[in-house]
């Protein structure tokens, strides 16, 4: 693989460096997860790796179809090898925020049965506090949804 161009692509390289042959790996979702994905395509053409990809979102999905990798739906795996994603905010504590963008739902999926998540954040998203940059994303299912709202604002959420 050629030098990295930027910091970022040495963040990704780096965190690409577990995959191996013979793994499914969880495809992130965002501008650092793309990043990510094109070059572990770069991979699977140099390297020859011969893995599996389960997309956690549709834009992910597009992505990886786009760069001819080989996907596997959700629905038919158990567990998944190795997942990267980006993260929102980060504090100091490295609890963070993720999710922000739409994709949360599936991005939780993936990564619950992932024996191993790497997320890629750089100092640009280092925060003193959770929710400076970023707002807390929550899904909620339409059964029981006035019940959550009401339960949400009880706690002085709102959005």
Do not use: W
Request: proline share 3%; charged share 25%; with cysteine.
């Amino acid at each position: 693989m050629t030098e990295p161009a930027t910091q970022a692509d040495a963040l990704a390289i780096a965190a690409l460096a577990p995959v191996k042959s013979g793994m499914i790996v969880g495809l992130g979702t965002g501008r650092t997860a793309n990043r990510a994905t094109r070059l572990l395509s770069q991979r699977l053409r140099e390297e020859k790796l011969d893995i599996d990809c389960v997309c956690s979102s549709l834009a992910t999905e597009a992505l990886a179809r786009e760069l001819d990798m080989p996907i596997v739906p959700f629905n038919d795996i158990e567990y998944i090898d190795y997942t990267f994603d980006g993260a929102d905010e980060v504090d100091h504590d490295l609890r963070m925020l993720k999710g922000h963008h739409g994709a949360i739902t599936r991005q939780r999926l993936v990564a619950a049965v992932s024996r191993r998540c790497v997320y890629l954040a750089n100092e640009e998203k280092l925060v003193d506090h959770l929710g400076k940059k970023a707002l807390l994303a929550v899904t909620i299912i339409p059964f029981g949804i006035s019940s959550t709202r009401n339960r949400l604002r009880d706690m002085g959420l709102s959005g």
